[in-house]
């Protein structure tokens, strides 16, 4: 009678888990330097999600450790996250971390970028609610953590707000299929508001059409705030707008965008994020003081052509501050089914938005071949940047910005890359008067779950962006392993 019992309990235990699902990622890496001292530094990061029914949880896991002597800026990271959510069909309750981003993200906009190694977090409770007419209605109070590599370390951005309060309400509605609209309010508490009154608030809405092959869209937000020491109040104003039409074989994208002081803070981080026009993703000031438009066409006139051009200009609202533009075409030809033949054009001009840098002009075209026969690839890629160089100061520099790198891939395990970074002039400002930057990566993928990256070499670093979030990335040589597990 106990066994056929204990029995029971098993099989009912076993039948309760059936809805029970675990999954997730975990990123190692070790980096070693090849300096006098062989620095070194490892990462860890795993992100583990738990489903059962309607209850839903999620941890995650984050270490980095770099080797001694340890400094304010690099210096070891503990973090453990977790999310628990109530989540039926019809609405959710969560308590934790969490991302979020209100409408193009004027307002609001939180994320997470692996690529970039950009994580902004909200750490709070949010309830959503899914009502008819394709309705959803997000309520949040959270605090913000924004952590951000740059210069070989992770930094917390906004170290000395974190506990600032965000407090938002966001609607989102498409009751027929050619139309929606959006609503949002996001008011930021924080401790150096001089009284309980001065808060940050940022609304505004959104109206989506469709007609045909042809959607628009518009978003508006404004800001209201306190200006600091004097007190009174200040406002801010942006509005973004795009149009895109696709047709067979054919598709255009306009964009324009006018922010006007609702970038906040205006400082290293921000709790919104509005979109740039600029391809390669460069902003100015992030919702400050910026305005501008962008225009991308893409065409296949032919199956195996496949064209592309994209221009996007972005300045201060005195058109002549500081301001970015940029053009690219592109182009790639499938001549046959193992062939494939792309090059493309960027041209890429900066006024004012590097520090210490008053003009920088680069000119790149780029050539990529790839060859597939069986089991194995072959690809060349080569690139120079032609580069116009002007500091603030006075100095100038024409110099060149070269990269080629040869690939070799064995179906869908194993891939070899040899490359070669070179710049025909020493520049302490960008290089550390270094010029020539070698590398050889393998990967393997030992299953479709698991991926192990061994990266030996150099890499030239520079100046890059991503989602109108820049940095610099100092010049590397040392060895990088890296295994990426699924589960």
């Not at 609001?108 to 309705?135: C, E, I, N, V, W």
């Not at 026009?277 to 400050?288: C, D, E, L, T």
């Not at 003009?359 to 080569?382: C, M, S, W």
């Not at 194993?414 to 490359?419: D, Q």
Request: proline fraction near 4%; hydrophobic fraction near 40%.
């Amino acid at each position: 009678m106990n066994q056929a019992l204990v029995a029971l309990a098993l099989v009912t235990a076993v039948a309760g888990a059936a809805n029970l699902s675990i999954n997730g990622v975990n990123r190692a890496e070790f980096w070693a330097y090849f300096d006098s001292v062989w620095s070194t530094q490892a990462e860890d990061m795993l992100d583990l999600n738990v489903r059962y029914g309607d209850l839903r949880g999620e941890a995650g896991l984050f270490l980095y450790e770099p080797s001694k002597p340890w400094t304010d800026t690099r210096k070891p990271w503990r973090l453990f996250d977790y999310t628990v959510a109530y989540s039926p069909k019809q609405f959710e309750i969560l308590y934790g971390k969490f991302y979020q981003a209100f409408g193009k993200g004027l307002a609001l906009r939180s994320y997470k970028d692996d690529d970039f190694r950009h994580y902004k977090s909200l750490h709070g409770l949010r309830g959503t609610a899914h009502l008819p007419f394709q309705t959803d209605v997000v309520l949040l109070g959270a605090r913000l953590r924004d952590i951000f590599f740059q210069e070989n370390t992770y930094k917390l951005m906004n170290a000395t707000d974190t506990s600032d309060q965000v407090l938002g309400a966001n609607l989102q509605s498409r009751p027929i299929r050619w139309f929606g609209f959006g609503g949002r309010y996001v008011r930021i508490n924080r401790e150096i508001d001089p009284e309980p009154g001065a808060f940050t608030e940022l609304y505004g809405g959104d109206v989506t059409a469709s007609i045909g092959p042809v959607e628009l869209y518009g978003e508006l937000c404004q800001r209201l705030g306190t200006q600091a020491g004097i007190g009174g109040r200040e406002k801010g104003l942006g509005y973004f707008l795009s149009a895109t039409a696709a047709f067979s074989g054919y598709s255009v994208l306009g964009q324009y965008m006018d922010y006007d002081g609702i970038g906040f803070p205006p400082g290293v981080y921000h709790y919104n994020d509005p979109p740039t026009p600029i391809k390669s993703g460069v902003a100015m000031n992030r919702g400050v003081d910026e305005r501008g438009f962008g225009v991308v066409v893409t065409a296949t006139p032919i199956q195996p052509l496949y064209l592309e051009a994209d221009f996007g200009w972005l300045y201060t609202h005195d058109d002549s501050s500081a301001g970015v533009v940029e053009w690219e075409a592109k182009a790639r030809y499938n001549p046959a089914a193992e062939w494939t033949f792309e090059t493309y054009f960027n041209h890429m001009l900066q006024h004012n938005v590097e520090l210490g840098t008053y003009n920088r002009v680069v000119d790149k075209p780029v050539v990529h071949v790839n060859y597939l026969i069986g089991q194995h690839t072959f690809a060349l890629e080569g690139e120079v940047g032609l580069v116009d160089e002007q500091a603030t100061r006075g100095d100038s520099w024409n110099y060149l910005e070269t990269a080629v790198s040869a690939s070799y891939g064995y179906g869908a395990a194993l891939l070899f890359t040899a490359g070669w970074q070179y710049v025909s002039e020493a520049l302490e400002k960008r290089y550390n008067n270094e010029t020539s930057w070698p590398m050889f990566e393998a990967v393997w993928s030992i299953t479709h779950r698991n991926m192990l990256r061994v990266r030996v070499g150099a890499e030239r670093g520079g100046y890059t962006c991503s989602g109108g979030v820049c940095r610099f990335e100092a010049p590397f040589k040392g060895i990088k392993v890296q295994l990426i597990s699924r589960f």
